[in-house]
């Protein structure tokens, strides 16, 4: 293995962001250090789930449905940009999540599954709340 192919595996490995991969059916295939950081599963424990392990049970409908969609096409609309959404760790406590996904395609250009690369923004997500929440009842005094 060169170094650079070293070094992106530990890149990846070590990221303090999740890097994990699914596949087509959305069963998780890989689970990096930052994935087991921020959602509290080891590897051993999410390699081979389905990516319902940390969806919140109420989205989880749209989320498959946009899945099987992205699965089927090849495509998405979220090529560009970041996603946000919730997860649930395994206390079950939930996180704020912003991430981006990496289709996953065979040399013919077809579909295998997707990555995603997470970031836990729950602290961030809370303290733009509160503000909002502060802005919202000045507005309301000064009306």
């Not at 919140?56 to 989320?63: A, I, S, T, V, W």
């Not at 990496?102 to 709340?129: F, H, P, Y």
Request: proline fraction near 1%.
């Amino acid at each position: 293995m060169d170094s650079i192919s070293q070094y992106l595996q530990q890149t990846v490995e070590n990221s303090q962001d999740a890097i994990l991969i699914a596949d087509q059916q959305g069963i998780i295939r890989y689970w990096n250090a930052g994935a087991e950081r921020i959602l509290g599963y080891t590897a051993d424990e999410a390699i081979g789930q389905s990516l319902d392990l940390f969806i919140p049970e109420k989205l989880r409908g749209r989320h498959w449905e946009g899945y099987y969609r992205v699965m089927a096409s090849g495509e998405t609309k979220y090529k560009t940009g970041l996603l946000s959404s919730p997860g649930i760790c395994k206390d079950g406590t939930q996180v704020s999540l912003e991430f981006s996904m990496v289709l996953l395609k065979d040399v013919n250009g077809t579909m295998q599954g997707c990555a995603s690369i997470m970031r836990d923004v729950t602290e961030r997500w809370q303290k733009e709340k509160e503000l909002k929440q502060r802005l919202a009842a000045c507005e309301s005094r000064n009306s």
